[in-house]
């Protein structure tokens, strides 16, 4: 009745913006990550506890913030009457700041819990389950680079390649502390209401997808960069032209993108990628990890850098201390 997951964020180069369906949260369009293997949260999920009813704590302190999300995740994985649960979650990376801590907190939540109740599920469902709590969480199940193909009824997943067959890295700068003033997904269904860009993002997804998806097969660093880049500032208009807009970045948000873009002209192999908060991911081969790490530690208002290669998806892990 008890076990715990442990599961790395994954970063979008193709994004997921927008749902099809918001009862089932399916993605309206597909998407293609990078599973990360150096920030990670690990869930312990245990239903032999006295309480009646779930409780939750993040880096051993009670929290309910996000009790209500982990509830209904646990029903779904129970998928009927089920004990109450005391969840126990660990990170080592900030929480709701545009790090895809929700994508790593539910792939490890499901499959903890999955094993807790002795279910045995497949990948397969594990994602599409962590999927219906965070849309972004169903790939982190997955290791490397992973497109999201968004069916009509449910998604479905496929490795493109392993973190080894191309190793890139991702320095993330961090541009502010502090949890985000809109969640993902209320921006998400604030755009497709009311930017008028939202149809033509949802008509172009599949060209940005067979791009990127190319250039994994090529490793073609050049072609991805386009891509990534394109899809990101593409995700972002959506966002400033939603009415109220929504603007996650601010002024060192900027300065991390001119310096990852000066970095690329002098010859690095550095691109960019922004999600729903203002951090910068920069996503680089190897070689040159050390040069944009210290590029953008240096840039004025940088709050601290994170590095990563990529990794594996979610997986069962001891239940030792995580409480
Ligand atoms: O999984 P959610 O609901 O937090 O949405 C994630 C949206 C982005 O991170 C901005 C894009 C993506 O594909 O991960």
Redesign the pocket.
């Known amino acids: 009745m008890r076990s715990s997951a442990t599961a790395q964020p994954n970063i979008?180069l193709v994004?997921?913006?927008g749902k099809s369906d918001i009862e089932k949260n399916l993605p309206a369009v597909g998407?293609l990550?990078i599973t990360l293997a150096d920030l990670w949260t690990t869930m312990d999920v245990d239903f032999a506890t006295d309480a009646r009813t779930d409780t939750l704590s993040v880096n051993g302190r009670t929290d309910d913030r996000m009790l209500a999300r982990v509830s209904r995740c646990l029903d779904r994985v129970a998928g009927g009457r089920r004990p109450a649960a005391a969840v126990a979650s660990r990170s080592n990376f900030p929480i709701a700041a545009g790090l895809?801590s929700?994508?790593s907190a539910f792939a490890a939540l499901v499959v903890a819990a999955d094993a807790a109740l002795g279910r045995g599920r497949d990948r397969l469902d594990l994602a599409r389950l962590a999927g219906s709590s965070?849309?972004?969480?169903a790939r982190s199940l997955y290791a490397g680079f992973v497109e999201l193909e968004a069916g009509e009824d449910a998604v479905a997943l496929r490795q493109l390649a392993m973190p080894a067959d191309w190793p890139l890295e991702v320095v993330v700068a961090l541009a502010a502390a502090g949890e985000k003033p809109v969640s993902?997904?209320e921006a998400?269904m604030r755009s497709a209401d009311t930017s008028p860009f939202y149809r033509r993002w949802i008509d172009d997804q599949p060209d940005d997808l067979a791009a990127a998806r190319s250039a994994v097969a090529a490793r073609d660093f050049d072609a991805l960069a386009a891509v990534a880049e394109h899809n990101c500032l593409k995700?972002h208009s959506l966002m400033w032209t939603s009415r109220p807009p929504i603007v996650y970045w601010n002024q060192v948000t900027l300065l991390c993108m001119q310096a990852i873009r000066d970095m690329r002209e002098r010859g690095r192999r550095v691109f960019f990628t922004i999600?729903?908060g203002p951090q910068v991911k920069a996503v680089c081969v190897r070689d040159d990890a050390d040069a944009v790490a210290e590029r953008l530690a240096a840039t004025d208002g940088v709050l601290d850098i994170m590095r990563s290669g990529l990794g594996d998806g979610a997986r069962l892990t001891p239940t030792e201390c995580v409480r």
């Open positions: 979008a994004k997921y913006w998407s990550s895809a929700s994508a965070s849309g972004s969480a993902s997904g998400m995700m999600d729903a």
